[in-house]
């Protein structure tokens, strides 16, 4: 049976979209990538306007050679200009881009946030580690379970 072309296999190198806003956040989850050994190209916006921008091929993320379109994103809930549950429910309400999985990484623990996400279509909900070490578990784990997974084809719509 032929597997349609709209189906990945795998991680493949595909760009991975980090939505964070803390710095230090963005820092461990490059280091959590590095020690992992995850070969994906990883790319940080700051808020959910520049997560949006980024996801349609606007202003300065215009050149899909440099800023190629996520299979993935990791996205945070508290975040100035446009919060994360924003960001899904847009998302999930464009064509172009209701592919992407959408993995939440936040702090909050609260059952109205991990309820809303899972809700407006968010794929699974991390609560963020405080601590490197469990950082470095969490991301790592998931990279180990990613390898296996099928993706639908993510769009280009630019």
Same mark, same amino acid.
């Given at each position: 049976? &032929?597997?349609?072309?709209? @189906?990945?296999? !795998?991680?493949?190198?595909?760009a991975?979209?980090?939505v964070?806003?803390?710095?230090?956040?963005?820092?461990?989850?490059?280091?959590?990538?590095?020690?992992?050994?995850?070969?994906?190209?990883? $790319?940080? @916006?700051?808020?959910?306007?520049?997560?949006?921008?980024?996801?349609?091929?606007?202003?300065?993320?215009?050149?899909?050679?440099?800023?190629?379109?996520?299979?993935?994103?990791?996205?945070?809930?508290?975040?100035?200009?446009k919060?994360?549950? #924003?960001?899904?429910?847009? @998302?999930?309400?464009?064509?172009?881009?209701?592919? *992407? @999985?959408?993995?939440v990484? !936040?702090?909050?623990?609260?059952?109205?946030?991990? #309820?809303?996400?899972?809700?407006?279509?968010?794929?699974?909900?991390? *609560?963020?580690?405080?601590?490197? &070490?469990? $950082?470095? &578990?969490?991301? !790592?784990?998931?990279? !180990?379970l990613?390898?296996? #997974?099928a993706?639908?084809?993510?769009?280009?719509?630019?």
């Open positions: 049976m &032929e597997t349609p072309e709209r @189906v990945h296999h !795998s991680l493949d190198g595909h991975i979209l980090l964070e806003d803390n710095e230090d956040d963005v820092f461990m989850m490059k280091r959590a990538f590095r020690k992992a050994s995850i070969p994906n190209p990883l $790319f940080s @916006v700051g808020d959910g306007v520049a997560a949006l921008e980024y996801l349609e091929g606007k202003d300065t993320y215009a050149d899909r050679a440099r800023f190629p379109f996520p299979l993935i994103m990791f996205l945070d809930l508290n975040m100035p200009r919060s994360g549950l #924003e960001v899904i429910a847009y @998302v999930r309400q464009h064509p172009g881009l209701r592919t *992407i @999985v959408i993995n990484l !936040s702090s909050s623990t609260r059952a109205a946030d991990i #309820e809303g996400a899972a809700a407006l279509g968010a794929n699974a909900y991390f *609560i963020k580690p405080t601590r490197i &070490e469990k $950082f470095q &578990e969490l991301i !790592s784990t998931w990279y !180990s990613a390898k296996f #997974e993706f639908s084809a993510s769009p280009n719509p630019a």
